[in-house]
C-alpha cells in the first residue's frame, strides 16, 4: 500500500468539498478547482472528520498502487491551493536583462535580437518586483502565484528554458534559491 495514500486528506477551515461520482471540486478563499478521479481508486469525502479519504481496492496491483499516492497528493495540493496558493520567485541575472508584462504575456529581454514572449496561463500571475538588472550581482526578480501547482510549476519550467543559467558567469533565469554549480574559466599560461 502507499504510504502517502493511506494518510487522509485534511480539509481546512473555509474550504467547501462537493463530491458528484468521481469529480471532486473544492472552493476555498483563493478560488476553486475540480479533479476527475481515476475509476480504480475509490474517494469519500469524510464531512464528521473533515477530511478526504482515498482507497485502494486492490493493493496488490503495482499500477493501482502508483494511482493511489497521486490522487491522494493531487488532492492535498487542491485544498492547499485553494486555501493559501502555490508561489515560485525566479530570478534573471545578466546586465540589461528584463522582464516585463504586456497584454497577458511575459517579455524576457535575455540577450537575444527580440523579446521572448511567453502567453501567461489563465490560472497564473505575475508579479514584478524588480523589472530589470543592475549589472551581475542584482538580479531582475518576479514571482508566480497561482492555485494549481501544476500550472504554476510547468510555466516555471517554461520561463527558466528560455535562458537557463550558464555555468561560467551564472547569466540566465534560475528559481530563486537554486544552486547553479560554476566552471572556472580557461587558464592562460604565461610565456617566458
Known amino acids: 500500500m502507499s504510504r502517502i495514500g493511506k ?3 485534511s480539509i481546512p477551515q473555509g474550504v467547501k468539498v462537493e463530491q458528484q461520482g468521481r469529480n471532486i471540486k473544492m472552493a476555498g478563499p483563493k478560488g476553486t478547482l475540480e479533479l476527475a478521479c481515476h475509476p480504480d481508486i475509490s474517494v469519500r469525502v ?6 478526504i479519504v482515498v482507497e485502494n481496492p486492490d493493493p ?3 499500477r493501482k498502487r502508483a494511482l493511489h499516492g497521486t ?3 493531487l488532492l492535498h495540493n487542491m485544498a492547499t491551493g485553494v486555501f493559501e496558493g502555490f508561489s515560485k520567485e525566479m530570478q534573471i541575472f545578466g546586465t540589461g536583462y528584463n522582464v516585463k508584462e504586456q497584454d497577458g504575456k511575459l517579455l524576457l529581454q535575455v540577450g537575444f535580437a527580440s523579446p521572448a514572449e511567453l502567453p501567461i496561463p489563465k490560472a497564473v500571475k505575475v508579479d514584478i518586483k524588480a523589472a530589470a ?3 551581475n550581482e542584482t538580479p531582475a526578480v518576479f514571482v508566480l502565484l497561482s492555485l494549481d501547482k501544476y ?6 519550467a517554461n520561463v527558466r528554458r528560455v535562458r537557463p543559467p550558464e555555468p561560467y558567469l551564472g ?3 534560475r528559481y530563486a534559491g537554486e544552486h547553479i554549480v560554476r566552471k572556472e574559466g580557461k587558464a592562460f599560461a604565461s610565456g617566458s
Open 46 to 51: 469524510d464531512t464528521a472528520a473533515n477530511q
Open 60 to 62: 496488490q496491483n503495482r
Open 71 to 73: 490522487t491522494r497528493a
Open 133 to 135: 538588472t543592475k549589472g
Open 151 to 156: 500550472q504554476l510549476g510547468q510555466f516555471a
Open 171 to 173: 547569466k540566465g533565469i
Open 7 to 9: 494518510k487522509p486528506v
